[in-house]
């Protein structure tokens, strides 16, 4: 099939961009150019380089309904997105261009980048691979929608009051959003509460309370512009903007309540990756964008199908994690009561249709509703879960398989979603081998003995525009040296470097890129937390959310082991290093807050001992997102992953990290595993509990204070935190971490802590000749092909989708 290029991008001379951009600041943002400030000319070249988006847009969107292609719907809760106009300038090729516009403005191109808002519309891992998604599916030219929330508020804003997590609302909409267009023709009403009554013999839900939901579409370019995708994003609008009657009474409040609560939808995204809480609001939010976008979906495929039996033929749904679950029953549901097919044929073409990806093992991220909750919320949708669970109950009778008392939708007085999601979809995805396998053999035992051929693996993988290309030009100029023009698209042209890294110049030339780096973000670092770090030293990093089970507390005790050491022994050598930290906390978890707190505590500690000048220094920068990340992963010389064995059903950061040429220490958890197979296990600092280890050490009776009370190491340093050392002498205050690691430990910190210390003296010792770090770390890079989104998008469109990319 081929594509009509005649609408692609064409090659955009600087002074064309240029007087664009003049022509969009004073026409679209209404200022003069003496008037403008950074944001004004940042938003006016947006809307420039938009313009060029926009008929590559129109191409792609006629080509998919002239050739009737095969859509991919990606519904996700999370899209974390980051800065835009790095995407639309990188993938659009204008680096050169934009930058030579702006400065016959006047205008630094740089600070114009940053200026861009970030936008967080996620938590971490899933919302960014899910970003990543968008940017590969248009790359490799897969007709696709993402569907998602256009929060107002995405993640909090991170700072530290006396190294404790302070949390402020984020504003990304403060000034407006370049990118998008407000489609005011799309908007569906979707309801919630009420009743379900029966006409004409079919049963009818009748909401009590109805809100709109407002479509934003932004485009989503591929690498070079060549296909452009569209990510639609919902907003939450009253039905009514205001009651008059009230309003002429002079009850103000009243007036605006219909509104406010409309509202209160799509507000703020749900702080937290792990548990379900704040639980009417949370469900309403499903159920409204996942409604939402069933019903717009749905009218662009009747619009040219008469035949519901079509759909699985024609539309492919996602599920990322269960938070559209809902998106089973509410299709049935459209397919009965509006469509007036009957039950079976419903749940038949439902089950063709939705796919399911499960992100993480940990029973409480395994979202359940309480049924009470559901039925009241969703009554006809608690109709059809019972009638679907009832159906495959049955189903499975008849084959001669019953299901045992573990599997059930509705089990306890609660709606099970991944059991929900599960019996509802064609295909169940884990998103690296480990967490596919032991997604097989725990949390879907019972489940995958029914439907062997259900649930496959699909390890995730990040996109090498964004995480190597453009946050990390220098490296990126080496590597098209060595490999070529055109490898952002085809990543396994990396393999290109492995044979160089026995020449001694290009590994000269890769670690130069990482030097320059270090020196910027030391530069950086020096600006914004006050500290000055030496760009010699090895830079440790360890960015992800704050969570227990990734084990933040296990680095930050070594480092204090570490610090002790190094005061015993001041002539030791032990290499230079800046142990870097980055990560949030949700909101109402206390544990993660309070390892916040110790690593600050701890850090301020180590930073204040003259002793330890040039030699160790602890980096906690608040408020790491996207965009930090894209400063921080150039410059790493060392990736921290260090996750209880089990625990991490994949990583992203890990694959960011390798490919920017960081060395990793890590468990044999999630994508690691097959990172270690790639590199090889000369150039990866492998240690701990594996998997099946954690389980038998937990089945046997772990007993932390044993291991804790066999280290000489851990010992000291929790009698230290007990003592009040990083802590002016308070030993309270960091009483409920130490119990908790002498006492539970559920993660094993205890368990893991020596061979955790021994792999980093592996590292210091890796670290001192210069030459064979450089060679691990080219040979890092070179076989990160296997780790692009574009592979991971082609196993989807195989192996999940059925379709056929275009490129
Ligand atoms: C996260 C996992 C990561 C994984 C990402 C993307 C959730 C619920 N899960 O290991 O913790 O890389 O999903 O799959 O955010």
């Known amino acids: 099939m081929t594509f009509d290029h005649s609408r692609m991008p064409r090659e955009l001379a600087p002074a064309e961009l240029a007087e664009a951009t003049r022509h969009h600041l004073v026409y679209s943002i209404g200022k003069t150019p003496d008037a403008a400030k950074l944001s004004d000319w940042r938003l006016a070249l947006s809307r420039a380089i938009r313009d060029r988006i926009v008929d590559p847009w129109v191409a792609t969107t006629r080509h998919v309904y002239a050739h ?29 261009a934009a930058r030579e516009a702006l ?33 590969s599916m248009s790359t490799l030219g897969i007709a696709a929608h993402g569907y998602g929330i256009r929060y107002d508020h995405g993640l909090f804003r991170q700072s530290f009051r006396d190294g404790w997590q302070i949390e402020d609302a984020e504003d990304w909409l403060a000034q407006s959003h370049p990118w998008e267009f407000e489609r005011t023709e799309a908007v569906w009403p979707i309801g919630f509460g009420g009743e379900v009554t029966t006409r004409d013999g079919r049963p009818r839900w009748e909401p009590a309370e109805t809100v709109l939901a407002a479509a934003y579409d932004t485009p989503i370019p591929g690498w070079q512009g060549r296909w452009v995708n569209t990510l639609r994003l919902w907003s939450a609008k009253p039905t009514k903007i205001f009651d008059l009657e009230p309003f002429n009474r002079g009850d103000y409040m009243a007036a605006a309540a219909p509104a406010v609560l409309a509202q209160t939808i799509s507000r703020v995204l749900y702080p ?41 033929s024609r539309v492919a749904i996602q599920l990322n994690d269960t938070h559209p679950a809902i998106a089973g029953p509410e299709l049935v549901r459209i397919l009965m009561d509006e469509r007036g097919l009957g039950f079976d044929e419903a749940f038949a073409i439902a089950r063709g249709t939705l796919h399911y990806t499960n992100h993480t093992l940990m029973p409480e991220a395994l979202e359940k509703w309480p049924a009470e909750l559901m039925a009241r919320v969703l009554p006809r949708h608690m109709q059809i879960i019972e009638r679907m669970d009832a159906a495959h109950a049955a189903e499975m009778r008849a084959a001669g398989r019953p299901r045992p008392d573990s599997v059930g939708c509705i089990r306890d007085g609660e ?25 097989r053999r725990t949390v879907f035992r019972d489940l995958h003995a029914l439907h062997p051929d259900r649930i496959v693996n699909q390890t995730n993988g990040v996109t090498p525009r964004r ?21 952002e698209a085809d990543l396994d042209r990396l393999a290109a470097l492995g044979p160089l890294a026995g020449d001694a110049a290009f590994r000269e030339r890769v670690m130069a890129a990482k030097q320059a780096n270090k020196r910027h973000l030391a530069d950086w670092i020096g600006a914004t937390c006050g500290l000055t770090v030496d760009p010699g030293a090895m830079f440790d990093v360890q960015i992800k959310r704050i969570h227990e089970y990734k084990r933040q507390l296990m680095n930050v005790l070594e480092l204090a082991a570490l610090w002790n050491e190094m005061r015993r022994d001041p002539g030791a050598p032990v290499p230079p290093r800046v142990r870097i930290f980055g990560g949030k906390a949700a909101p109402g978890y206390a544990m993660a807050k309070a390892i916040i707190k110790l690593i600050n505590d701890i850090g301020r500690t180590i930073n204040a001992d003259p002793a ?63 990172i270690h197979e790639a590199v090889g296990a000369d150039n990866i600092f492998i240690f701990g509990l594996d998997a099946e280890d954690v389980s038998r050490l937990r089945a046997e009776g772990y007993d932390p204070g044993a291991h804790v009370a ?13 003592a009040g050392v990083f802590s002016d002498g308070d030993g309270e205050r960091h009483r409920a971490v130490a119990d908790n690691l002498t006492g539970h430990d559920w993660f094993m910190v205890a368990a893991d802590f020596d061979t955790y210390w021994d792999a980093q003296r592996r590292v210091d ?3 001192a000749d210069p030459n064979g770090w450089a060679r691990k770390a080219v040979l890092n890079i070179a076989p990160m092909g296997r780790f692009s989104s574009d592979r991971t998008i082609r196993g989807y469109a195989r192996d999940v989708w059925q379709v056929t990319p275009q490129f």
């Open 710 to 722: 066999r280290s000489g190491r851990l010992s000291e340093v929790v009698a230290q935190i007990r």
């Open 765 to 767: 010792a890796a670290w």
């Open 272 to 312: 937290d990756d792990t548990t379900p809480q704040g639980k009417e609001l949370r469900l309403k939010q499903e159920y409204f964008f996942t409604a939402a976008s069933l019903r717009d979906l749905m009218r662009r495929f009747f619009s040219d199908h008469d035949d519901a039996g079509l759909l699985p």
């Open 467 to 487: 995480w190597l290309r453009s946050c990390n030009p220098k490296l990126s100029a080496v590597i098209t040296e060595a490999a070529g023009e055109g490898w």
């Open 415 to 439: 709606v099970r979603m991944g059991d929900l999601s599960f019996i509802a979809a064609r295909r169940v995805n884990g998103v690296s081998a480990l967490h596919t396998d032991l997604m």
């Open 612 to 674: 330890m000048k040039g030699r160790l220094a602890v980096v906690y920068p608040p408020n790491y997102n996207v965009t930090m990340a894209e400063r921080l992963i150039p410059a790493a010389d060392l990736s921290e992953q260090i996750s209880t064995a089990g625990m991490e059903a994949s990583g992203t950061g890990n694959m960011k990290l390798a490919m920017n040429g960081a060395l990793t220490i890590g468990t044999m958890d999630g994508a690691n595993v097959e």
């Open 103 to 135: 400065a016959s403005l006047g205008v630094d191109f740089d600070a114009a980048m940053l200026d861009e808002p970030d936008a967080a519309l996620g938590n971490g891992g899933l919302g960014r691979l899910a970003a990543c998604f968008l940017d």
């Open 68 to 96: 009737d292609l095969k859509r991919v719907y990606y519904l996700s809760m999370e899209f974390l997105i980051g800065r835009l106009i790095e995407d639309a300038v990188n993938n659009l090729g204008l680096e050169p």
